[in-house]
């Protein structure tokens, strides 16, 4: 029995596979060898060699998913941040009916440091991005932009009269993140050892205390 093939040319499928399901897998698989090489020995003694070799493809299926390294760099980053992100908000969300909103700031922190317990995610998000490149720079500043902005929505949940102007209170969120990735990175490099309900309480108790001093 002759198996159909699928190219680009004609789309037909090999093995049941469509040329669109091949090429997500192939990138799935890259993203997956990605983090678990720049999460244990880092980007920059990560080669294109090794990312084959640990997904078990040829550089032929990579090079159709990534234009290099840095390329899967900011893929996985980007996912790894989706994750961590995504967490806390689901966390927020179960949330959300409690009697008092200010318990919102603890429950999403316990998700923020519980997602990045996953040493190789950590090591990825605030470690190997930076001072990779301008490019790289950008999306990682984008993205601590997006958590303040997330702090943000939630600090004007529990304070429905928000006392600062737009400008003050963008600052105040990079901040925060400021200081909770701060935390991260040095239980990242500590190698876990204070336990996470310290590094929660700690954090929130810095983030309570910017909200009892706004203006009222």
């Known amino acids: 029995m002759v198996r159909s093939r699928q ?4 789309g037909r499928s090999y093995a049941g ?3 669109n399901q091949r090429l997500a897998r192939q990138r ?3 993203l997956d060898a990605g983090l678990e090489l ?4 880092g980007y920059r003694a990560t080669s294109v060699r090794a990312l084959c070799k640990q997904a078990r493809l040829i550089d032929r299926y990579f090079y159709k998913n990534f234009h290099d390294t840095e390329d ?3 893929a996985v980053y ?8 995504a967490a806390v908000m689901k966390a927020i969300a179960e949330c959300s009916g409690t009697d008092q909103p200010s318990d919102l700031v603890g429950v999403g922190l316990d998700a923020f440091f519980a997602s990045i317990e996953n040493s190789r995610i950590a090591r990825v998000c605030w470690l190997e991005v930076l001072g990779v490149s301008p490019r790289i720079d950008e999306v990682y500043t984008r993205r601590v932009q997006q958590f303040a902005d997330l702090t943000l929505i939630l600090a004007k949940g529990i304070l429905p009269r928000w006392p600062l102007a737009d400008e003050e209170a963008r600052i105040t969120g990079i901040a925060v993140v400021g200081a909770v990735s701060q935390s991260a990175l040095h239980w990242l ?3 876990y050892r204070t336990s996470r309900a310290t590094l929660v309480s700690a954090n929130e ?6 909200l009892n001093a706004l203006p009222k």
């Open 17 to 19: 596979e469509s040329a």
């Open 38 to 41: 720049f999460g244990t020995v």
């Open 72 to 74: 899967l760099l900011a």
């Open 28 to 30: 799935r698989q890259f």
């Open 78 to 85: 980007s996912e790894s941040m989706d994750q961590v992100q």
């Open 205 to 210: 108790r810095l983030i309570r205390g910017l």
């Open 189 to 191: 490099l500590e190698d």
């Open 7 to 10: 190219n680009k040319e004609t």
